[in-house]
């Protein structure tokens, strides 16, 4: 089975294997690029999603993970005042060069480097969500209360306040 994804799916799955945790990549036929064609593709709720959105951290130039629910927008306010980070965007040959993997498959974890990690309180409404798996057609189902140890991140909260 692991055999059979595309190369950078089959390093998630070697990541989470390789870690004991029972999560099973899969590749399927619909986009999952972004949280509404994941949730679309997976037959989940947008919320279910958790994307994985790489920052750039503006004094350090390092890499900072945020996997937020997909219904969430982000506050990078919220996340200065609760962590000191000021992020800001990061391109895509950034995110590629740092974390490994392109936008719109970006994972949770398994990257090439141990970054900074943010999660989004939000998902552990969840009793299941699914995140990216390093294609923008491979995801992987996990119980959110696992994130913080597959990942090393601290829960922060960072979502917008809907008005």
């Known amino acids: 089975m692991t055999s ?3 190369d950078s799916a089959r390093r998630v799955q070697t990541f989470l294997t390789a870690r004991g945790f029972p999560c099973e990549v899969r590749e399927l036929p619909g986009s999952t690029r972004t949280a509404q064609e994941a949730a679309a593709t997976i037959g989940c709720s947008v919320a279910q999603i958790a994307k994985s959105l790489v920052f750039a951290e503006a004094s350090s130039g390092e890499a900072i993970l945020v996997v937020a629910s997909g219904e969430n927008r982000v506050d990078l306010h919220k996340i200065e005042r609760a962590t000191g980070l000021r992020l800001g ?6 995110v590629k060069a740092k974390v490994g993997f392109a936008i719109g498959g970006i994972p949770p974890a398994g990257h090439d480097t141990a970054l900074v990690t943010l999660l989004d309180p939000d998902l552990r409404d969840h009793e299941v969500v699914w995140a990216a798996a390093g294609t923008p057609f491979a995801v992987f189902a996990v119980d959110p209360c696992q994130l913080e140890a597959m990942t090393g991140g601290r829960w922060v909260e960072l979502a917008e306040d809907r008005g």
């Open 4 to 6: 059979q994804l595309h």
């Open 89 to 94: 965007r990061a391109d895509g040959r950034f």
